[in-house]
């Protein structure tokens, strides 16, 4: 079964860069979606956008100015960067990976399957 | 729309059965992923493709989905399954981004 582990910094100063890795087991990174989710304290998750294997990427419009994925297939780990954070952006951040799902009928189908265990970070002088 | 709709907070008797509604324009087109999350916990795909569930969730765990409103159900509810739950869709923009719903506290009484 694939595993996901975040690792990085818990603790960013206001208008400094927010970087996190999240390391890949068990399993290829070179096939799906691999998605960065946050989940400020108290509060609902928000997806932060995905990084395509081929490469390709797709970002929260709210956030798309400021952060940025990369990944890496010959480390099996992809990356988050978060530039000019504020308090605003202290939050539990998780990594995920995301399959399409074949189903018959309209609807196309898409799910989270695996998660890594969350990093917390803190924004803070 | 890109939004998704959840009730903030549900409550069931042990062992009733509780609805989970998720409500969204996207779900006329995508079918709803189904997220189980209990405090300081990462999330844990319950529910799938409308009706599917992962290796290892309860049968008592069930979906359905009718025009653009997406429904996990539990049956039976047991202490356990007291959480948050979140739902979630690719969006309908056709740029393929992501979306949430706010998530649905259930409490087991």
């Known amino acids: 079964q694939v595993q996901l582990q975040e690792s990085g910094p818990g603790l960013v100063k206001p208008s400094e860069t927010l970087s996190l890795t999240c390391s890949v087991s068990r399993g290829s990174i070179s096939a799906y979606y691999w998605s960065w989710i946050r989940q400020p304290p108290g509060k609902g998750l928000e997806w932060m956008g995905y990084i395509h294997y081929s490469g390709t990427t797709n970002y929260n419009p709210s956030l798309k100015s400021r952060v940025t994925i990369s990944i890496d297939t010959s480390k099996t780990q992809f990356s988050l960067r978060l530039t000019s954070v504020t308090t605003a952006d202290t939050a539990v951040y998780y990594c995920a990976r995301e399959i399409p799902i074949a189903v018959a009928g309209e609807r196309g189908a898409y799910s989270m399957d695996v998660w890594g265990q969350g990093a917390a970070v803190t924004v803070s002088s | ?109």
Request: glycine letters at 12%; one cysteine or more; charged letters at 15%.
């Open chain 2, 1 to 109: 729309s890109s939004e998704l709709t959840q009730d903030p907070a549900v409550s069931v008797a042990l062992g009733q059965t509780v609805r989970i509604t998720c409500q969204g324009d996207s779900l006329r087109i995508y079918h709803a992923g189904w997220y189980q999350q209990k405090p300081g916990q990462a999330p844990v795909l319950v529910m799938y493709a409308q009706n599917t569930r992962p290796s290892g969730i309860p049968g008592r765990f069930s979906g359905s989905i009718s025009g653009n409103t997406a429904s996990l159900i539990i049956t039976g509810a047991q202490a356990e399954d007291e959480a948050d739950y979140y739902c979630n869709s690719r969006d309908t923009s056709g740029n393929h981004l992501v979306v949430f719903g706010g998530g649905t506290k259930v409490t087991v009484l």
